[in-house]
């Protein structure tokens, strides 16, 4: 029994097991064709580049490393920078790495491709908070996936520290009801229409539905399916509602 309960929870390393030389094909070809998209792009918006000032340029600094100790960084002889291993502290990495990439950069894209100044204003800000905390939720929830093997690696996820069900109502769901009460008070602030505060709540109730979900065990395509769908679904919600009420 005890087998069978490891192998359901290894079964997406057991795949990438299997499939190892199809892995790193793929995996040399998205690399080959994002590094000549990089160059392409570098090239093309050279001087523009150069323009916008360093400090504009931090965030993003500080964002690699971060992404970069995710996998470890060496420094010499045994010691290294991992963030990975510290369990409590990874879906936050996570979630901060994502909120930066997806907020942060295409602001200053933006300022690149069409040689324009925009302020990383309140609202920017809130948005960059917002995304940070729920991808650092569905970090958290995407754990749950893991908590024998941590376990058995000792590694203190917040699963593996407080328990599946403490992880769910005293973790999760308080985070994201006060993330909705975080939104109807900055959308009050900011006088937004009720269509777009609705469309915008949506991501939030689905996270607690999905949350109560993971009280019985899931095989793993629902985490890869459900937990990274509400990334789409997020991003989804959040488009539509700046298209149907523009403000």
Request: some cysteine; proline content about 4%; hydrophobic content about 55%.
């Amino acid at each position: 029994m005890q087998e069978n309960k490891g192998q359901h929870i290894n079964s997406r390393n057991s795949w990438y097991r299997n499939h190892q030389k199809l892995t790193r094909v793929s995996q040399i070809i998205m690399l080959v064709v994002s590094t000549a998209i990089s160059f392409y792009l570098l090239l093309q918006n050279y001087s523009a580049l150069i323009s916008i000032p360093v400090i504009e340029y931090l965030p993003i600094i500080i964002t690699v490393i971060v992404a970069l100790a995710y996998y470890g960084i060496p420094l010499g002889g045994q010691n290294i920078i991992n963030t990975r291993q510290s369990g409590w502290f990874k879906p936050f990495v996570i979630g901060f790495v994502w909120a930066i990439m997806v907020t942060y950069v295409p602001i200053i894209w933006y300022q690149v491709e069409y040689n324009s100044f925009i302020e990383f204003n309140r609202v920017n800000f809130w948005l960059c908070f917002k995304n940070f905390m729920f991808i650092s939720e569905l970090a958290i929830l995407f754990d749950i996936k893991d908590y024998a093997a941590d376990h058995n690696r000792k590694l203190q996820t917040f699963v593996v520290r407080v328990g599946l069900r403490k992880t769910i109502f005293y973790i999760i769901i308080p985070l994201t009801i006060m993330g909705l009460i975080s939104l109807f008070i900055f959308a009050s602030l900011l006088k937004f229409p009720l269509l777009r505060i609705a469309i915008n709540s949506i991501p939030f109730l689905l996270l607690i539905i999905v949350a109560l979900s993971l009280k019985r065990r899931k095989p793993i395509i629902y985490y890869l399916a459900v937990i990274d769908g509400l990334m789409l679904i997020k991003a989804f919600c959040g488009i539509l509602a700046a298209i149907l009420v523009r403000q």
